[in-house]
């Protein structure tokens, strides 16, 4: 079973660029979340969707911050403009369903800006 | 709110040890308890998961507890090796919410 796959793996941009980062979860799974993850810390939930609609996106700062999942199936997470505090590592998550089921992570893009 | 915290924030210690690395959360409703390894640049890798109602969970060197009424989990890793080296997340399931809330992790290295 092939896992959670993130594109790209390592992007650099300067402040105030925008960036987007891919995400295709595990086949058949309905929940897909985006985590943000700054050195040092735990990653710290973003948005979760389940299939194509949002269920959580308390912790998104919608100013800069966006997400997608057309069709329920791949995500896209996009920052615009950015700012030296978004550096960290964008994680992307995938579950059978809502709730309490276990969460299969992918690799994570790294962010750096500059 | 939930709050998860990892004690301590790093350990080095020689290989063969037996060790145990601490997590405590502050809502005990929770549905589960997770650990994870992290490996550097890498995503999270699931080691173990704790449903609420379990006192306990074994895979293979690693021995995972939890006492959710005191707001506690320890993770035990016997006859440590090298490759153990990585950094490990403990995170909660919280009930109401449903999200996975992460401690800081504690960084582990094992020396040869």
């Known amino acids: 079973e092939a896992g959670v796959a993130q594109s790209p793996r390592y992007k650099i941009i300067e402040k105030r660029q925008s960036v987007a980062f891919w995400c295709n979860p595990i086949s058949g799974h309905a929940t897909l979340y985006w985590y943000q993850q700054i050195l040092g810390q735990g990653p710290k939930l973003l948005i979760q ?31 615009q403009p950015a700012k030296l505090e978004d550096s960290a ?9 809502y709730g309490p089921y276990e969460q299969y992570f992918g690799p994570g ?6 | 709110k939930q709050e998860v915290t990892q004690i301590p ?12 690395l601490n997590c405590s959360f502050t809502d005990s409703a929770i549905y589960n308890l997770q650990w994870f390894r992290q490996d550097p640049g890498k995503g999270l890798t699931s080691l173990l998961l704790i449903q609420s109602s379990q006192r306990e969970q074994t895979s293979g060197r690693l021995n995972a507890s939890l006492d959710k ?30 999200k996975l809330v992460f401690g800081q992790g504690t960084r582990l290295t094992i020396n040869p």
């Open chain 1, 49 to 79: 969707f389940q299939n194509n609609g949002v269920v959580d996106d308390s912790q998104l700062p919608k100013d800069r911050f966006s997400a997608e999942r057309l069709k329920g199936v791949d995500s896209t997470l996009k920052i």
């Open chain 1, 89 to 97: 590592v964008y994680l992307c998550a995938s579950s059978l369903k």
């Open chain 1, 109 to 114: 893009t790294r962010l750096t800006v500059t």
């Open chain 2, 9 to 20: 924030a790093a350990l080095s210690v020689p290989e063969g040890e037996n060790l145990v």
């Open chain 2, 69 to 98: 009424s005191s707001g506690r989990s320890t993770l035990y890793i016997a006859a440590s090796q090298p490759g153990d080296s990585a950094t490990y997340l403990c995170a909660v399931m919280t009930q109401g919410a449903q």
